[in-house]
């Protein structure tokens, strides 16, 4: 049992289905002429290197590199090391090709050789040495029939990426950076439709429990390993660009492997992958309560003696979608439907059949907030350098033939994890890539759906009793269309939020129920609607104390401040720091400020930023909007608002938490 967990932990650090061809005849001559200190190095590196631990390695053979440049063994050994590190894979090949007067003597030559050409997109060299290396084994007495299947798929791969080098996506692609990406891993971003949070799996010396020696087998021949597991953590949007400093989600981690795989589109629910050691992965759910996430619980039903490590919501269904190795799939990893039978319990699980699985690994699912798009990871025969992201669309019911996402979103190396915002206007990945901070980073993509826009109403709504948030139940039913559509959910305790996504062409009645309260019906129409919109919803529910205490209410607060917003330099102040941006301070422009909220009007803001409502201390409620770095981000978005005849619509910011305004900015010497 404990042999098999080690080759489940190699197989999670390990970057490639590529293992280098190296036998005891390449370390035998690599100890020629080394003093004894890089003779205990060589040893060291050895253990690495056969665990396929080669970026572990590589600093090593570098090292004993540094005292013995002519040992040509040691720089084939340091070659095929440099083949896994996506920003120094250039020096691969010259070091490989130290050894090429004596490539005939050495097993695995042209098969260690055609994949540094691989990875250096050299691909006719590559599928020359492959087809050297391909001969070879064919000759053999005893053939290595796992190692020709590897080349005959090598090949058909660097085929495929022939036939598809110069079909490219129309999108831009940037690392996320910091806070998120350092130089540990980070992977499988999840955001909920409305971004407001993003939840990824870290490895590296942050993790719970540290650097952790995992034992070897004498019986199995492994060795101990040394790594960091996974954990879970979490950022929060500040604004359009800015994401807080990740803090790990404490009750979620342990000293094992704790991995973040999906959350639901209103970011309430999140699976998540658990190893206890036994040597396979189960699938948990936390539920986000408050501002806390619940200690996970086991799912019955999607759980096997085999692996289960991903899984995806299907919106407005009580189905999902998840990966497992189970025995009877069509390869080792397969993606299944199942169907929520009551709270942790599964059932109906049907495997998604030839057109999407293959014979090879399929994982990382992710669907669209619309339903409507499938995206999901695979390292088949169409792929173009280990696992790519590929796309499979909704059709009268059935997912169609999915198709790769193509450059520059796949690259030579690792393409995972994809989750698209609400509204296909962004996605996230993880992939290894060169120029990244780290291992694994995330990165973005604009467009996150190239081509026809998501077409959804996405509902953000509130939920008050007296100003203050409340937990409410809510129950969306379509009453036009699709008589089968319900889906119920509740607000947040903390925020009184709710989120729900809604398909065009149809009408619907939301209900919101509170205790001690009458019940308040909105009724919605999405009839028309060929894009993504957003709408607010606010539900208030207000007792008769408190509205004998709005009644008495005046607003000569925010009329002084905006009076001061006008009579106040902004040209200056935009010429002198209009693009200056500072630590902890934020623009917002704020939009209105009501004794009775109900007299605020939506329709003059529709396709705007999302609003911002606070009732505060002193009864009223304010209106406002953004989140900006800079005033000139945020004078940009009060000139819009101003032709929309909101009036009374002035600049504040925000600095440390607390509210500020721009003459205070001046006075209290913030900005200098």
């Not at 973005?444 to 409410?472: F, H, N, R, Y």
Request: charged share 25%.
């Amino acid at each position: 049992m404990q042999a098999k967990k080690i080759l489940l932990l190699l197989f999670v650090v390990s970057i490639n289905v590529f293992v280098a061809q190296v036998n005891a005849f390449v370390f035998e001559n690599a100890k020629f002429g080394l003093n004894p200190p890089d003779l205990l190095k060589l040893e060291k590196a050895k253990i690495k290197f056969e665990q396929n631990l080669y970026l572990e390695a590589l600093p090593i053979f570098d090292s004993i590199h540094e005292n013995n440049k002519s040992q040509s063994y040691i720089n084939y050994l340091l070659g095929i090391c440099y083949s896994y590190d996506v920003d120094n894979c250039y020096k691969a090949i010259p070091n490989i090709l130290s050894l090429r007067n004596d490539a005939y003597t050495i097993d695995g030559y042209n098969y260690n050789l055609g994949f540094a050409f691989e990875k250096n997109d050299s691909i006719d060299p590559a599928i020359e040495n492959y087809k050297i290396a391909l001969n070879i084994e064919e000759k053999k007495t005893i053939k290595q029939l796992k190692l020709i299947r590897d080349i005959n798929f090598r090949l058909a791969r660097c085929e495929k990426i022939n036939e598809n080098k110069f079909k490219k996506n129309n999108v831009k692609i940037k690392n996320l950076g910091k806070p998120i990406n350092t130089g540990a891993s980070e992977y499988c971003p999840l955001i909920p439709s409305d971004e407001r949070f993003m939840i990824f799996t870290y490895r590296g010396p942050l993790s719970k429990g540290g650097r952790q020696v995992v034992k070897g087998d004498k019986l199995s021949n492994t060795e101990d390993v040394e790594l960091f597991y996974e954990d879970i953590f979490i950022s929060k949007k500040l604004n359009d660009s800015i994401w807080s400093e990740p803090s790990p989600i404490d009750n979620l981690n342990t000293n094992l492997h704790d991995a973040a795989v999906s959350v639901n589109f209103d970011g309430t629910q999140m699976f998540l992958y658990k190893n206890t050691g036994a040597g396979n992965g189960d699938l948990y759910i936390s539920k986000l309560i408050g501002n806390r996430w619940s200690n996970p619980i086991y799912q019955v039903g999607l759980n096997t003696r085999a692996w289960e490590g991903s899984a995806c919501f299907i919106p407005n269904k009580n189905k999902i979608i998840f990966v497992s190795e189970k025995p009877d799939g069509l390869g080792k990893r397969d993606l299944y439907e199942a169907e929520k039978l009551k709270d942790n319990n599964w059932g109906n699980i049907k495997n998604l059949g030839p057109l999407i699985n293959t014979k090879y690994d399929e994982d990382a699912p992710f669907i669209t907030a619309d339903g409507k798009t499938l995206f999901f990871s695979s390292n088949n025969s169409n792929s173009i350098g280990g696992y790519d992201v590929f796309r499979s669309d909704l059709k009268n019911g059935k997912w169609q033939k999915p198709y790769n996402l193509g450059k520059p979103i796949n690259t030579k190396d690792e393409d995972k994890f994809y989750t698209v915002r609400g509204d296909g206007k962004k996605a996230y990945y993880s992939s290894f890539k060169q120029g990244g901070k780290g291992q694994q980073d995330i990165y973005i993509v604009e467009p996150g759906m190239p081509g026809k826009p998501i077409s959804l109403l996405q509902v953000d709504g509130l939920v008050m009793i007296d100003g203050k948030p409340t937990q409410a139940e809510i129950e969306i039913t379509s009453i036009l269309k699709n008589r089968k559509f319900k889906s119920n959910m509740a607000s947040n305790a903390l925020t009184g939020n709710f989120l729900a996504n809604l398909p065009v062409d149809d009408e619907y009645e939301i209900v919101i129920k509170v205790n001690q309260f009458p019940q308040q019906v909105v009724e919605l129409n999405t009839v028309g609607i060929d894009s993504f919109m957003v709408i607010n919803v606010y539900a208030d529910f207000t007792s008769p104390e408190y509205d004998k205490k709005i009644s008495e209410l005046n607003l000569s607060i925010d009329e002084k401040n905006k009076n001061l917003f006008d009579k106040f330099d902004k040209k200056s102040y935009a010429s002198k720091f209009g693009n200056l941006r500072t630590e902890g301070l934020y623009y917002k422009v704020q939009i209105g400020a009501y004794k009775l909220f109900e007299n605020f009007n939506y329709n003059s803001v529709i396709g705007m930023p999302k609003i911002i409502r606070q009732t505060d201390d002193d009864y009223i409620t304010r209106f406002s909007m953004g989140n900006f770095d800079t005033f000139n981000e945020a004078q940009d978005l009060l000139e819009k608002v101003l032709k929309n005849n909101l009036k009374d619509a002035f600049i504040y910011t925000v600095y440390k938490g607390e509210k500020k305004f721009l003459h205070q900015l001046l006075e209290e010497k913030i900005i200098k």
